[in-house]
């Protein structure tokens, strides 16, 4: 009877065994295809992320050739309004001087060449002052 015993748990313990083992397959096989999802979508999130990359660079690399075209644009603007601001100047010092050898007021030429009054006052002294030394010169030359 104890040989019968042990004959029947041998056959239980094998036919357990074999449903411990597909147990142990249907187990592996479930952790493979898990694994295998979670790289899958960790590879999605990687190329999302990868793309965002990419279009964050272009972006930054537009905006770096906008800004260096605006730069180059500014540039350009300061040395015409350079260019203009001298020719500006020039040209009221030019008008003044003329109101002036046409005997106008200080105030007419300060209100019709864009010069200030202190300016205008300037001029005034320093083309009076240029006129009393060629006066000089003219005395000097005539006297020799």
Do not use: P, W
Not at 33 to 40: E, F, G, L
């Amino acid at each position: 009877m104890l040989g019968e015993l042990m004959m029947a748990i041998n056959n239980g313990l094998a036919e357990y065994s074999g449903l411990i083992s597909l147990g142990l397959v249907l187990m592996n096989v479930v952790l493979v295809a898990t694994i295998v999802q979670m790289r899958v979508s960790a590879l999605r999130r990687q190329q999302a992320l990868v793309k965002h990359v990419n279009m964050s660079q272009n972006s930054v690399i537009d905006v770096g050739e906008r800004l260096m075209g605006l730069e180059k644009r500014l540039l350009q603007l300061n040395k015409e309004q350079r260019e203009l601001g001298d020719s500006q100047i020039e040209l009221c010092f030019s008008r003044a001087r003329t109101m002036l050898d046409q005997g106008l007021s200080d105030e007419t030429i300060a209100a019709n060449s864009g010069l200030s009054m202190a300016e205008v006052s300037l001029l005034k002294m320093v083309q009076t002052q240029s006129q009393q030394s060629q006066s000089r010169h003219t005395s000097e030359a005539l006297a020799s």
